[in-house]
């Protein structure tokens, strides 16, 4: 079970987000416990992956609060946000790993981003947290010749680079077989345990979520229809709930834009496509952007490109 179970590391209070009129979270409210397993779940459309954006702050929501280490993300200055983003790991759903650049290198990318370190701690840190995700001498590789399950790994150990506490997972099993993905949920229960670390996990995969998970939000047309234990989320009484649960179809409308979202990596970049929505460019680097003070010691001009809706 969590430590300190009585302390909040992400308290959300209200939360609207539109897409343009179309409203998609509507009126969320969530809180996730230090040292707590949080799985997010929910139908296409339902909201999961908006709010993971918002989490991140990746988006501006309409209203409401989003505290995040004790910090109100929908209020504080853009360089604010960036030094909270430090103490932040995220593993995105298809690694977003860059392609011109070897697994120790994409790894490497936030000590390089956040730290003065010299070269030898910086390869020293590497090698520990490839050993740590069972990719211990694959880091001369480039990502194209990694399996799915290893590009998970090598994308989790540069999330975890900069012993984070708080480390957020987009569909961790989406594409993998069912042995591998059972690897990686032994995996983040490791982690969990090894790195004190409170991890926020957005997945539609009920195997994983009620084998990891702590607590369980389902969300539901962008609302939250309850937060509980795997127990008390299997025996709601609620309709939807547990049409869900059992894959009942259900007839409902699904909001293209609150679909998942897929990655294309670029040298310095990643573009986020929403599906059904237009493709957006995000830096990349730290544990997941690039901030303007590491761009011009890089040698880049350009500032990174914020996620807008």
């Known amino acids: 079970m969590p430590q300190h179970a ?29 040292g707590e397993i949080m799985v997010i779940m929910g139908g296409s459309g339902s909201g999961k992956t908006t709010l993971m954006r918002n989490l991140l702050g990746l988006n501006r929501p309409t209203s409401g609060n989003i505290r995040v280490f004790g910090n109100d993300i929908t209020r504080i200055s853009t360089r604010e946000l960036y030094a909270l983003r430090r103490k932040m790991g995220v593993a995105f759903q298809g690694g ?68 984070p506490g708080l480390l957020f997972f987009d569909e961790p099993s989406a594409g993998l077989d069912p042995v591998v993905s059972a690897e990686l949920d032994e995996l983040i229960l490791r982690l969990k345990e090894a790195m004190q670390v409170t991890i926020v996990v957005v997945t539609h995969e009920l195997e994983s979520a009620f084998k990891i998970a702590d607590r369980i939000t389902v969300l539901g047309n962008g609302r939250v229809m309850m937060t509980g234990t795997v127990d008390e989320v299997r025996n709601s009484d609620d309709e939807v709930i547990q049409d869900m649960l059992n894959r009942r179809p259900r007839d409902e409308v699904v909001d293209a834009r609150g679909g998942d979202l897929s990655y294309s990596a670029t040298a310095t970049s990643f573009t986020l496509q929403a599906t059904g929505g237009a493709s957006r460019t995000e830096g990349i680097g730290g544990n997941f952007l690039l901030d303007p003070e590491f761009q011009a010691r890089a040698g880049r001009e350009e500032p990174p490109l914020v996620l807008l809706d």
């Open 96 to 163: 977003a790993l860059l392609g011109s650049l070897s697994v120790a290198e994409n790894i490497e990318l936030p000590l390089r981003q956040h730290t003065r370190l010299d070269e030898n701690t910086i390869r020293i840190m590497t090698r520990m947290k490839l050993e740590v995700v069972n990719l211990a001498g694959f880091e001369d590789l480039m990502p194209s010749e990694l399996s799915g399950g290893m590009l998970k790994r090598a994308a989790l150990a540069r999330a975890i680079i900069m012993d």
């Open 6 to 34: 009585d302390t909040n590391i992400i308290e959300v209070e209200q939360l609207v987000t539109h897409y343009g009129e179309r409203e998609v979270l509507k009126g969320v409210d969530l809180q996730v416990r230090q």
